[in-house]
């Protein structure tokens, strides 16, 4: 059995992922058909809220909740989708990105962690929509 190591599973996400800086991001929001995802879990979300129109899907369900060209989801997301995933430190994110692009999903990225979309100015709103854990 070839067991994987959490540092090994990073990296392999981090390869295959894009990682989008600040700025990176703030263009595929201005420019783009997007959704922007916090896969943090509820508590933390709770505690210092959502980037600006994001919605929370956690991390242990984004599987269950998001499914390719699938009218169930609980947000639009077409083929043109840019799918921008973030959380506390952009670990979670990057996983479960790589997780959402091994699942059929395309234009998947990582935008790293809340607080550094906050310490660049990024606009955040105390209110979010929840997509759902249960």
Same mark, same amino acid.
Request: with cysteine.
């Given at each position: 059995?070839? +067991?994987? =190591?959490?540092?090994?599973?990073?990296?392999?996400?981090? &390869?295959?992922?894009?990682?989008?800086?600040? !700025?990176?991001?703030? =263009?595929?929001?201005?420019?783009?058909? /997007?959704?922007?995802?916090?896969?943090? !879990? !509820?508590?933390?979300?709770?505690?210092?809220?959502? %980037?600006?129109?994001?919605?929370? %899907?956690?991390?242990?369900?984004?599987?269950?909740?998001?499914?390719?060209?699938?009218? &169930?989801?609980? %947000?639009?997301? &077409?083929? &043109? =989708? +840019? %799918?921008?995933?973030?959380?506390?430190?952009?670990?979670?994110?990057?996983?479960?990105?790589?997780?959402?692009?091994?699942?059929?999903?395309?234009?998947?990225?990582?935008?790293?962690?809340?607080?550094?979309?906050?310490?660049?100015?990024?606009?955040?709103?105390? +209110?979010?929509? /929840?997509?759902?854990?249960?």
């Amino acid at each position: 059995m070839n +067991n994987k =190591t959490l540092e090994s599973l990073l990296v392999e996400a981090n &390869d295959q992922i894009k990682r989008l800086s600040y !700025e990176e991001a703030l =263009t595929k929001i201005q420019n783009s058909n /997007h959704v922007i995802i916090d896969v943090r !879990e !509820e508590s933390e979300v709770a505690f210092s809220g959502l %980037i600006k129109n994001a919605i929370n %899907i956690p991390r242990g369900v984004i599987e269950f909740k998001l499914k390719p060209d699938s009218l &169930d989801n609980p %947000i639009h997301i &077409d083929s &043109d =989708t +840019n %799918i921008l995933l973030y959380c506390a430190a952009g670990f979670r994110s990057a996983l479960a990105a790589k997780a959402l692009e091994d699942s059929g999903f395309q234009n998947v990225y990582n935008i790293g962690g809340y607080g550094e979309w906050v310490s660049n100015g990024g606009a955040v709103g105390s +209110n979010g929509r /929840h997509g759902g854990c249960g």
